[in-house]
């Protein structure tokens, strides 16, 4: 069973980069598939973040393109986010998940972690 | 960018048929998926591609998809049915995955 699990500071000063990490287990994060960030903040709705494939692929939400790096560690079976110049407005649960290709769901999801931006 | 319109909250009684909207242009040309979530909790696959049930999900859920409207429909509902749904696409002309606002379901 294909599991994933967010990990990474919980506390980001204002205009530091946020860096998370997506640990993948139960599949070979370099065989398939593509692997993305959303973002959810307090009592509000989902934000599509962007997301990295197999092939290296990368796509982001055009909204937080200047500020967002997604990137994959084979070796680690991992993928990660960086997030720049962040705001208080960043302030959010942090979700990974898997999908297969364009049109296809998010079918496997982390259970989140926390991060606050805060001085 | 394209824009999916969910109504904030659905109320429905015990044992009734809870309706959930999703609202955009001509999203019956694409396939939209629906997620569950409950407080605290990760989002969960419940019906993707308009109306397929993902393995687990009972059949008291169903999906529907045609002309500007998709729906979740969930039948006899019971409290545990209570949580936040979200539908979702892909803008292909934009590469990115669009959420709809979500609905909070209420079971009265």
């Known amino acids: 069973q294909v599991q994933v699990q967010e990990s990474g500071p919980g506390l980001v000063k204002p205009s530091e980069t946020l860096s998370l990490t997506c640990t993948v287990s139960?599949?070979?994060?370099?065989?398939?598939?593509?692997w993305g960030w959303i973002r959810q903040p307090p009592g509000k709705g989902l934000e599509w973040i962007g997301s990295?494939?197999?092939?290296?692929?990368?796509r982001y939400n055009p909204s937080l393109k200047s500020r967002v790096t997604i990137s994959v560690d084979t070796s680690k079976n991992q993928f990660s986010l960086r997030l720049s110049s962040v705001t208080a407005a960043d302030t959010a649960v942090y979700h990974c998940a898997r999908y297969t290709i364009i049109t296809s769901p998010l079918d496997v999801w982390g259970k989140g972690t926390t991060v606050t931006v805060s001085s | 960018s394209y824009v999916l319109t969910q109504p904030p909250s659905v109320s429905v009684a015990p044992g009734k048929t809870a309706r959930i909207t999703c609202g955009a242009n001509?999203?019956?040309?694409?396939?939209v998926h629906w997620y569950q979530q409950k407080p605290g909790q990760a989002p969960v696959l419940v019906i993707s591609h308009d109306s397929d049930r993902p393995s687990g999900i009972p059949e008291r859920l169903s999906g529907s998809n045609s002309g500007n409207t998709a729906t979740l429909t969930i039948s006899g509902v019971e409290a545990g049915d209570e949580a936040d749904y979200y539908c979702q696409v892909w803008d292909t002309g934009n590469d990115l995955v669009v959420f709809g606002g979500g609905t909070k379901l209420t079971v009265l």
């Open positions: 001509n999203i019956g040309s694409k396939s």
């Open positions: 139960g599949y070979s994060i370099s065989s398939g598939y593509c």
């Open positions: 990295i494939c197999h092939s290296g692929s990368t």
